[in-house]
C-alpha cells in the first residue's frame, strides 16, 4: 500500500521552482495590477493628445429642387403693381469642402494634467511591480509547501517500511522463542501509526497541489509535482548588514517609486487646482470651398474659398473662491500622501529588519539540525543492532525511529524556512523579480 501512495505522487506533473516564478505573473492579483497600470499608461497618451494639433476635415455635397413658380403681380411700396414673371422648375449643386486646426497656445492646466498622468503611470507601475513580488512570493511559499509535503510522505513512508520490518523481524522472535509476544504486538501497532501517517500525510500533498496549481492560474485538479530546486538544502551565503539592505531596499523596493510618484502626482494636482486662475489661449485656423461644381469641388481650392485664423482668450477673473479651496484641498490631499510615503520608509525598514534576522536565524538552525539528522541516524541504528543482537526491545528501536522522523520532518522543513526566508529578504530589498512585469 505504502508503494501506491507514493506512485500517485510520482506520476504528478513535474514544476520547477523557476516555473513558479514566471506563472506567478499569471495570478490574478498581478493581472489586475498590470492592467490597471496599462490604464494609466493609456492615460499618459489621452492626456498628451490635448496639446497637438487638433485637425479635423470635412466635406459635403448637396442638391436642391427648385419647383416652377407661375407668373403673378406683386405690389410696390409704392403702390403700383409690378409682375413677375413665371419661373421654371430648377436645379442647383452645392458641394463643400472643410478643414479645421485648433492648437492650444498657452494652457497650464492640460500641461500639469498631462505630467500628473504621468505621475500616476509611475505609480501604478511600482504598484504592479509590488503585486507582483507578492505573487511570487506567495507563489514561492506554497511551492515549497508542496515539496515539504512530498518528501514528508517520502519519510513517512520509509518510516513506515522500516516500522513492518521492525514488527517481522519481532515476530520472527518471537515464534523463534527470542522475544515476547509484546514487542511483536507493539511492532505491529507501530506499522499501522506510520502506515496512517502516510494516508494522511498523502492528503497534505493533494490539497499543496491544489493551492499552488489555484495561484498559478493552473486547472486544481491538476496534479503537480514540486522538483527540488538544485541549491535546496545548502547553506546559502551570508546575508547583507542591516544597513546594506535597507540603503538598496530604499532605492529598489517598488512601493516606494509607487507612493513617491503619487507625491509627485499630488503636487501636480495643486497645480492644476490653482491653474483656473490663469489665462487660457487657442489658436484656430479654418478653411471652406465652396463650389457648384463636382469637378472641381476638390480641385481649384484658391477659387470660391475662404480662410480663417483666429486666438481666442479665456480668463475667469472671479470664481466666488472655488479656486482656493480646490488648492488647499489638493495640499491637503499632498500631506497624506506625503505621511504615508513616511510610512511606507518604516515598514520597509521593519522587513528588511525583520526578513534579515528570520534568515539568520534559519541558518544557525540548519547547522543545528543537520547535524541532529546524523546523530539521530546513529541513535536508530545503534538500537537497531541491539534489537537484532537480543539486547533491546521495540520501544527502544520506535523510541529511535521517531527521533529520527522527527529530527528528519524538522530538517526538511527548515531548510524550506530558508529558501522561504531567502526569498522574504529578497522581496524586503525590492529584488525578487526584479522589475520583470508580468
Known sequence: MTGLLLSLVVAATPITIDQVKAEARNNLTAITAYYT??????????QRADLVPQVSVSSFGARTWISPTPAHTTTLPSGQPFPIPAQPSSRVNNFGLGANINQVVFNITQWYQLKQAGALERANRGLAE??????????????????????????FEETAHKSKELWDRAEALYEAGKGIKGDALAAHVNYGTDLNNAIQQHIAVV?????????????????????????F??????????????????????????????????????????????????GNFQFQHNTN???????????????????SLTWSIFDG?????????AEEAKRLT???YKQALLDVSGQVRTALDALTNQMRALDVLVENRETAAKNLAYFQERFNAGASNTLDVRDAQVKLLTAELTLLQTRAAVENAKANLERAVGTLSDGVMP
Open 338 to 340: 506625503e505621511a504615508t
Open 233 to 282: 538544502g545548502e547553506k546559502p551565503a551570508e546575508p547583507p548588514s542591516f544597513i546594506e539592505a535597507d540603503g538598496v531596499a530604499k532605492h529598489k523596493r517598488a512601493i516606494l517609486r509607487a507612493y513617491w510618484a503619487q507625491i509627485d502626482a499630488a503636487q501636480s494636482n495643486i497645480t492644476i487646482q490653482q491653474s483656473a486662475l490663469f489665462p487660457r489661449l487657442t
Open 37 to 46: 497600470w496599462l490604464e494609466s499608461y493609456e492615460t499618459v497618451a489621452i
Open 321 to 329: 473662491m472655488q479656486t482656493f479651496a480646490a488648492s488647499r484641498q
Open 293 to 311: 461644381d463636382f469637378n472641381s469641388a476638390f480641385s481649384h481650392l484658391g477659387e470660391n474659398s475662404s480662410y480663417q485664423v483666429g486666438l
Open 207 to 231: 490539497q499543496a497541489q491544489a493551492d499552488l496549481a489555484s495561484w498559478l492560474a493552473r486547472p486544481e485538479s491538476e496534479e503537480l509535482e514540486a522538483i527540488e530546486p538544485p541549491s
Open 130 to 155: 509590488d503585486q507582483e513580488d507578492l505573487s511570487e512570493l506567495e507563489a514561492i511559499r506554497r511551492f515549497y509547501v508542496l515539496y515539504t509535503a512530498q518528501d514528508s510522505l517520502r519519510v
